[in-house]
């Protein structure tokens, strides 16, 4: 362990730490408002009986996830093919990982703390019968980030820290390291902790080559220190470097100590056949790092033209003893650089980002994270908090009291209720009084208050469901709803940049440690379906110099269609619209309903996979007919034609007259 990197990474860790208190707590508070459980900093404890601030995030929330679209920065014919192949691997892991839990948890966090940030991680533990290992993705709470003090974007950080509560034991299962002296951060952990939890702490920096390099550490005790995280690697001994055999413990030198080497390439121990015919040669000739070929010397034999023959042939010459005696001859050879082949050398693919992504509520300047739905609204909760607590109060204080003189004194504890006064103006003294506390003014600034805050935040009646007086025409509902949509637009580009940093993240660890070809369903451009391999080898290139690269040069975009909900219906209706106007084609051809309904499959209509087989099905029918029909009129006419050639000269085709004008026969011909 190198104490003094340990130390250096505690220091910055805790200094990040401090600096970035104040934004955290905040987050907390963030949530205990969502929650309806934070309480003034000044003043007594309030009740949040209408908790509008959890309504509004709730009618924010969009359940939608942005589907990938990818095309290739050159665009040719394989390129556009490899561009389909990662959005198809795309699609498919978005169903597999299944996003659609993490997105309900991420709407949620985003709006409430600002922001949100997802782990990609490729987890061996995944296996299946053809493949090991798999992409994986978690979130991590956005008061468990710490960024570099003074940056706010997370490309150009330097480093960062994230920091997790685990079991000792699950560490030294992990680690293969007692970490049993250590215990949690109480600094950074609010919740009740037990003596067999520690608080980890993961460091993702940027190291001289630019790669991506980890530093965990657990209290005083190192878990990991690697400059090249995302790089192959295998244990070597620590002695003579040989590789670590599969379960052996102690090496053929003897030693027992193993490092951990990072693989820059792999070495090809047969050729690979590419989807596009290419042919990847186990072997190839050496080069330099500028592409020219490395000569050996070799000997070859010497030949000459045979001037009776005029074939080559080799010179031999004689061999004599030590007497000069000749005792036999032997072929001539001379020394020459000659071309010489190796093993060919795949690098492997490393991931060059950090496998964070952050997605921002809306944007902000100077802040890592966007501004927070709570945040902006945080006063108008606190004000009709009070206001609530205030008129339950008052509602609490109606009713009747009872006004005497304050020398008539009495009870009924005696069960009898009986009065005794001195006379009878002390009785007329007693007075029943109302106390009617008007809160209808509490009441009306508590709605007020409501509606700035809603106001605020761009949401309408509309959006949320409810019953919109103001919208008097279908038209008129749909400008409210394109308003509301307009007013969200920061927080969708927002998610679309999130999800597009989180799919390219995911190409890039489908390229590094995908080693089978896996296939995946896809539905192409006319909605047919097909099968895609993806196979990593696919995106080799050769430069000049022969040096074998991965081409990951493509562009991640969102699929317009379909980001909020209000938009995928307003495609759909649109959509109907083209249908109903002939833009398909005609309506009543089964080719266009069929058309129609594998776009509308597209968009996750219900019943549209079904639709699509039905109509597929009367599609192929009557594809079938026409061609039997055509089949059909091909053979009557043939046969026409066979009896019209084997009828004999001068005789009249069938169903003709004798004697007729040879022109009214010809009219007849023609007319069959």
Known sequence: MDKEKLSFWQDQYRRSVDLYEEIRKKMQDNQLQYDGKLQPVKGSDVVCIYNFTKELIESAVDSTIPLPKVEPTIKNERNIKLARTIEAMLMNEVKRINLEPLNDIDERTTKIMGGDIALVEWNNSIKTHNSVGDIDIRLIEPTRFTPQEGIYELERMDYFFLDFEDTKEHIKRLYGIDVSDESVDVMRTEEDSTDDTVTQVWCFYKNGKGGIGVYSFVGDTELIDNEEYFARARYACSRCGLPQPAGEKVCSCGGKEWKLLSMDYEELEEDITLSDGRIIPAMDYARAENGEYLYQDVEVPVTEINPFTGIEEPVYEM??????????????????????????????????????????????????????????????????????????????????????????????????????????????????????????????????????????????????????????????????????????????????????????????????????????????????????????????????????????????????????????????????????????????????????????????YPNAKRQVSRWTKKVEELKAQQQAMMQAQQTMMQQQAEMIQGAPQGMPPAGATIGEPEGEVEDEMLAM
């Open 319 to 604: 061999i004599f003893d030590e007497y000069m005696n000749p005792i036999g001859d032997r072929q001539q050879t001379v020394t020459r650089p000659q071309a010489y082949k190796i093993p060919t050398k795949i690098p492997y693919y490393v991931p060059g980002r950090y496998p964070a992504c952050i997605r921002k509520n809306v944007s902000a300047s100077r802040k890592v994270f966007g501004d927070s739905d709570v945040e902006m609204i945080a006063e108008a909760q606190d004000k009709a908090n009070k206001l609530t607590t205030k008129a339950v109060a008052k509602t609490e204080a109606n009713g009747q009291v009872l006004a005497k003189l304050k020398r008539t004194d009495f009870s009924f504890s005696n069960g009898l209720q009986i009065l005794e006064v001195d006379s009878m103006d002390e009785l007329a003294a007693l007075k029943a009084l109302d106390l009617g506390f008007d809160v209808s003014r509490d009441i009306a600034m508590i709605d007020k208050l409501y509606l700035w805050a809603k106001s605020m935040l761009g949401i309408n009646d509309s959006s949320q469901g409810k019953p919109d007086t103001t919208a008097t025409s279908g038209r008129a509902k749909e400008a409210q709803i394109m308003r509301a949509q307009a007013r969200q637009s920061s927080k969708i580009v927002m998610k679309n940049n999130f999800y597009q940093q989180l799919y390219y993240s995911m190409m890039e660890f489908a390229l590094a440690y995908m080693d089978e070809p896996r296939n995946y369903p896809y539905q192409d451009d006319t909605g047919n379906d097909e099968d895609i391999v993806f196979n990593r080898y696919d995106f080799l290139e050769q430069d000049e110099f022969g040096n074998w690269y991965y081409n990951n040069q493509f562009i991640i975009t969102i699929d317009p269609t379909g980001s909020i909900a209000e938009n995928r219906q307003a495609c759909l209706e649109a959509m109907q619209a083209d249908f109903s106007a002939g833009l398909y084609g005609n309506p009543q051809d089964p080719e266009t309903i069929l058309t129609f309904w594998k776009d509308r499959e597209s968009m996750n």
